[in-house]
């Protein structure tokens, strides 16, 4: 049972910390969901994980052994990212297939019958430069690289960029489909999170450079709620309770609320609970903080 583990991962650019002695543990047979505001360090943890970025600290490791400078372990993962990102560099300026055939020459797994069918199903002129491609179709680009790769390790950073809700749909069914068959472990990164959330296992939390909470994602959502009404009732349910998120309009008041194990909510007739979806959790946990309004 292959684990890919990182264990204190630091990173620094320019005298900035962006990544704090972070430690993750991926296991396998599983679909991640990693979520985070823009700037949370997501990419930069997941070119660490794959050996595209070297930390400026900590380690990352394979079933024990590092996967810096390791061709075995890097045979095993793949980092599809968004070719946006390319920007001016030489590989944007080639073609589509000239990419894919490096991406084959690259992945000893590749499989070309899907490469194939993928491009078909996605209308995908391969002979158009990178550069030329809109939003939607660079991001197919990278779902192709993804799924064919083939690779046990797969990470997918906002694979869904500028494509439209039909093509969304069609790419989650795409990977619950190989997820199934091959049991391949993915690391999504996405924005959009509430059409996603059905599909994570579990969902990974980075904020300010730290994994705020790994959990199965439903267990999580089980565990949250809103609770307002009168500030007072309100605070009277939430004593002792782990309170994350707050808001205030005059005596009125809302509170995101996490429950431990074995907790639970007292009955109240003048409150209002409601279960939230894991885009609200994720904006109670690392949206600011509201000012009170009277």
């Given at each position: 049972?292959?684990?890919?583990?990182?264990?204190?991962?630091?990173?620094?650019?320019g005298?900035?910390?962006?990544?704090h002695?972070?430690?993750?543990e991926?296991?396998?047979?599983?679909?991640?969901?990693?979520?985070?505001?823009?700037g949370?360090?997501?990419?930069?943890?997941?070119?660490?994980?794959?050996?595209q970025?070297p930390?400026?600290?900590?380690?990352?490791?394979?079933?024990?052994?590092?996967?810096?400078?390791?061709?075995?372990?890097?045979?095993?993962?793949?980092?599809?990212?968004?070719?946006?990102?390319l920007?001016?560099?030489?590989?944007?300026?080639?073609?589509?297939?000239?990419?894919?055939?490096?991406?084959?020459t690259?992945?000893?797994?590749?499989?070309?019958?899907?490469?194939?069918?993928?491009?078909?199903?996605?209308?995908?002129?391969?002979?158009?430069?990178?550069?030329?491609?809109?939003?939607?179709?660079?991001?197919?680009?990278?779902i192709?690289?993804?799924?064919?790769?083939k690779?046990?390790?797969?990470?997918?950073?906002?694979?869904?960029?500028?494509?439209?809700?039909?093509?969304?749909?069609?790419?989650?069914?795409?990977?619950?489909?190989?997820?199934?068959?091959?049991?391949?472990?993915?690391?999504?990164?996405?924005?959009i999170?509430?059409?996603?959330?059905?599909?994570?296992?579990?969902?990974?939390?980075?904020?300010?450079?730290?994994?705020?909470?790994?959990?199965?994602?439903?267990?999580?959502?089980?565990?949250?709620?809103?609770?307002?009404?009168h500030?007072?009732a309100?605070?009277?349910?939430?004593?002792?309770?782990?309170?994350r998120?707050?808001?205030?309009?005059?005596?009125?008041?809302?509170?995101?609320?996490?429950?431990?194990?074995?907790?639970?909510?007292?009955?109240?007739?003048?409150?209002?609970?409601?279960k939230?979806?894991?885009q609200?959790?994720?904006?109670?946990?690392?949206?600011?903080?509201?000012?009170?309004?009277?």
């Amino acid at each position: 049972m292959s684990i890919l583990s990182g264990k204190g991962i630091t990173k620094t650019y320019g005298g900035s910390e962006v990544l704090h002695a972070v430690d993750l543990e991926l296991e396998p047979n599983k679909i991640y969901g990693l979520i985070g505001r823009n700037g949370a360090g997501k990419t930069t943890l997941l070119s660490i994980l794959t050996a595209q970025n070297p930390a400026t600290a900590g380690s990352v490791t394979l079933n024990g052994e590092p996967v810096w400078e390791n061709p075995e372990a890097l045979s095993r993962l793949c980092f599809s990212r968004e070719l946006g990102l390319l920007g001016g560099s030489s590989a944007s300026a080639i073609k589509v297939k000239e990419y894919l055939q490096v991406a084959e020459t690259f992945f000893p797994h590749w499989d070309k019958e899907m490469a194939e069918h993928l491009i078909k199903l996605f209308h995908l002129d391969i002979k158009k430069r990178i550069s030329k491609l809109s939003r939607g179709m660079q991001s197919m680009v990278t779902i192709i690289v993804a799924l064919a790769s083939k690779a046990e390790f797969t990470f997918l950073d906002e694979p869904v960029a500028g494509l439209d809700v039909v093509a969304r749909e069609k790419f989650y069914r795409l990977l619950l489909a190989e997820y199934e068959e091959s049991g391949r472990t993915f690391v999504v990164s996405t924005h959009i999170i509430e059409e996603a959330a059905d599909v994570f296992e579990e969902v990974i939390l980075v904020n300010e450079g730290r994994i705020m909470l790994k959990e199965n994602t439903q267990e999580l959502l089980d565990r949250c709620y809103h609770v307002s009404g009168h500030a007072d009732a309100v605070a009277a349910v939430c004593e002792g309770l782990e309170v994350r998120h707050e808001e205030r309009l005059g005596r009125s008041r809302g509170a995101t609320v996490l429950l431990a194990p074995g907790q639970s909510l007292p009955e109240r007739a003048d409150v209002t609970v409601q279960k939230m979806s894991l885009q609200k959790v994720f904006v109670a946990l690392c949206g600011e903080e509201e000012e009170e309004s009277v």
